[in-house]
C-alpha cells in the first residue's frame, strides 16, 4: 500500500497528463488549419504520448492496491498568433510537468517510498527528453526563421578526422 499523499498525488498527476494529451491534440489542430502537417503529426504523437503516461501511472496505482479516482480535464483551448508560439507554450508546459513530478519525487523521498521513487525514476528522465525536444523544436523554427536550418543540419554532419602522420 502506498501513502494516501502519494495517492493522491499520483491520481492528479493522471489528470495532468491526461490535460497534455488534449493541450498537445489542441495544437495539432492548430497546425492542421494551418496546413502544417509535419507539425500536426509530431503533437499528435506528443499527444499519444501523454496518454501513455497517465496509462503508466494508472496501472502503478492499480497493481499497488489503489482506486484510480478520474477529475474533469480543464478546456485546453489556446489562440495562438503564430507558428512559434504553440512551441513555446509546449515548452513551458513540459516545465510544468517537470516540477509536478519532481514534487511528487521529494514527498515519496520524504516518505521512504522507494517504491514510488524507483517507478518515477523513469519519468524524471522522459521529463528530460521531453524539455530537451521542446526546446530543440524552438531553436530549429528560428534557425529555420533565419533561413539556417539547412545550413546547421549541414554543418552537424562534419566529423573530424585526425592528421595523416604523427610527430614525436
Ligand atoms: Fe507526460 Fe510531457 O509530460
Keep these: 500500500?502506498?501513502?494516501?499523499?502519494?495517492?493522491?498525488?499520483?491520481?492528479?498527476?493522471i489528470n495532468k497528463e491526461l490535460f497534455s494529451a488534449y493541450l498537445y491534440l489542441e495544437i495539432a489542430n492548430y497546425y492542421g488549419d494551418e496546413g502544417l502537417e509535419g507539425y500536426?503529426?509530431?503533437?499528435?504523437?506528443?499527444?499519444?504520448e501523454e496518454e501513455d503516461h497517465a496509462m503508466l501511472i494508472r496501472q502503478?496505482?492499480?497493481?499497488?492496491g489503489h482506486a484510480i479516482k478520474l477529475k474533469a480535464i480543464d478546456d485546453?483551448?489556446?489562440?495562438f498568433n503564430n507558428y512559434k508560439e504553440p512551441l513555446e507554450a509546449a515548452l513551458e508546459h513540459e516545465r510544468y510537468v517537470t516540477d509536478s513530478i519532481h514534487t511528487i519525487y521529494s514527498l515519496a523521498a520524504?516518505?521512504?517510498?522507494?517504491?514510488?521513487?524507483?517507478?518515477?525514476?523513469?519519468?524524471?528522465?522522459?521529463?528530460?527528453?521531453e524539455e530537451t525536444?521542446?526546446?530543440e523544436n524552438?531553436?530549429?523554427?528560428?534557425?529555420f526563421e533565419k533561413n539556417l536550418y539547412s545550413l546547421n543540419k549541414e554543418l552537424k554532419k562534419r566529423e573530424h578526422t585526425p592528421p595523416s602522420f604523427q610527430l614525436d
Excluded: C, H, S
Design 138 to 143: 524552438i531553436r530549429n523554427y528560428q534557425l
Design 133 to 135: 525536444n521542446a526546446e
Design 110 to 129: 520524504e516518505l521512504k517510498d522507494y517504491r514510488t521513487m524507483q517507478f518515477l525514476d523513469w519519468f524524471i528522465a522522459e521529463q528530460g527528453e
Design 76 to 79: 485546453p483551448t489556446r489562440t
Design 60 to 64: 502503478y496505482l492499480l497493481n499497488n
Design 40 to 48: 500536426e503529426n509530431w503533437f499528435k504523437i506528443q499527444a499519444l
Design 1 to 13: 500500500m502506498l501513502k494516501k499523499e502519494i495517492v493522491e498525488l499520483l491520481n492528479e498527476q
